[in-house]
């Protein structure tokens, strides 16, 4: 998809080598895992959680320009779901090469786009 994938966490470079060679899920990971044990990266991006030192499980998606595009940030408990990140990431793509389109709720690759401005207002 022509995306750059890496995954920062509070833990240290050790412990995530660790979750590397021991994980069966983990060691799977093909792109890079970061450790921000200092949390800095973690704050500037607000998922930082003071009380417990650790992150909130956050994703963002960032165009190639520096733009954040999207945003989800979930409570420690909750995983994310990688086919909404993916169909994501395909509709951001889609509008870029399609200005003056906006992909609806619930778009999918190979559905229409709809028209943005004033002359669509009521049509959807």
Known sequence: ???E?????TDTHFALWMWKKTSPTVKNVNYPMCGDP????????????PKT???KRGRFI???QGKI???EVLT?????NVNELIRQIKALQTVAKNPGKAAPAGWKPGD????????YIGKY
């Open 62 to 64: 960032i165009n190639p």
């Open 5 to 9: 994938v890496i995954a920062v966490s």
């Open 38 to 49: 200092s949390g800095a990266v973690s704050r500037a991006y607000g998922v930082w959680n």
């Open 112 to 119: 229409k786009l709809i028209g943005t401005g004033k002359d």
């Open 53 to 55: 030192g650790l992150n």
């Open 76 to 80: 420690d408990p909750v995983g994310r």
């Open 1 to 3: 998809m022509n995306v």
């Open 69 to 71: 595009m999207a945003v």
